[in-house]
């Protein structure tokens, strides 16, 4: 069965930097794209940007361009997200998700469980 | 970029009721429209893609329906597991995604 499983909880401080993994089983890594998803306390969703695991092409948010950086590593099938000069408006659930069908105009169907990340001084 | 609204942001309804969810998009997005159930401290669910497609699992008492701009998602008789917040995605943008707001549905 599809599962994707993120890291665990991080507390950062501002202007630090976090990275997050999405470790994918059950299907061919690399015929995916994941999108990162994130859920600020109390909030909705807020798409963050996109990762094809099959040639690591990226499309990132416009508000995130710059602080954010997507990756995956096949030999593992884990997907990675990291956030720079973390701000306190960064605190939130991230979340990895798999695009549902295969070569694009996707929604996603699997979600890891979410990872919360703190940024507090 | 696609702005996605979803109306009301709260609906109170009786278990057993019908609860009616709307989703506006900016511009069309044809029928690439999902939505997706969050209970808290639980990842969205997959519910309803293509705009009226129930994903694997989902019981026939969740529709949706719409095209173009206006989407809705009903739920034909509300049980005590469907009390959750409810969101729309459009994805005729992919690999842009934009979620709506949401919709809260709670106990009356």
């Known amino acids: 069965q599809v599962q994707l499983v993120q890291s665990g909880a991080e507390v950062k401080k501002p202007g630090a930097s976090v990275k997050v993994s999405c470790k994918a089983s059950?299907?061919?890594?690399?015929?995916?794209?994941i999108s990162w998803v994130r859920q600020a306390p109390g909030q909705g969703l807020e798409w963050m940007g996109w990762?094809?695991?099959?040639?690591?092409?990226?499309n990132y948010a416009q508000k995130l361009q710059g602080r954010v950086t997507m990756t995956t590593d096949t030999s593992t099938s884990t997907a990675y997200m990291e956030l720079r000069s973390l701000r306190s408006d960064d605190t939130a659930v991230y979340y990895c998700?798999?695009?549902?069908?295969?070569?694009?105009?996707?929604?996603?169907?699997?979600w890891g469980q979410g990872t919360l990340v703190t940024v507090s001084s | 970029e696609i702005v996605m609204t979803q109306s009301p942001a709260t609906l109170s309804v009786s278990p057993g009721e019908r609860a009616t969810l709307s989703c506006r998009a900016s511009?069309?997005?044809?029928?690439?429209l999902a939505w997706y159930q969050q209970k808290p401290g639980q990842a969205p669910r997959l519910l309803i893609y293509g705009a009226s497609t129930r994903a694997t699992g989902i019981p026939a008492r969740f529709s949706g329906s719409g095209s173009g701009t206006e989407f809705t998602l009903t739920i034909s008789s509300l049980q005590s597991e469907d009390f959750a917040v409810y969101y729309c995605?459009?994805?005729?943008?992919?690999?842009?995604?934009?979620f709506g707001g949401g919709t809260k549905v709670e106990i009356k």
């Open positions: 511009q069309s997005v044809s029928s690439n």
């Open positions: 995605q459009q994805y005729n943008n992919w690999p842009s995604l934009t």
């Open positions: 998700a798999r695009d549902a069908l295969i070569g694009g105009y996707s929604y996603t169907d699997y």
């Open positions: 059950g299907y061919t890594f690399t015929s995916y794209g």
């Open positions: 990762i094809s695991a099959y040639n690591g092409n990226t």
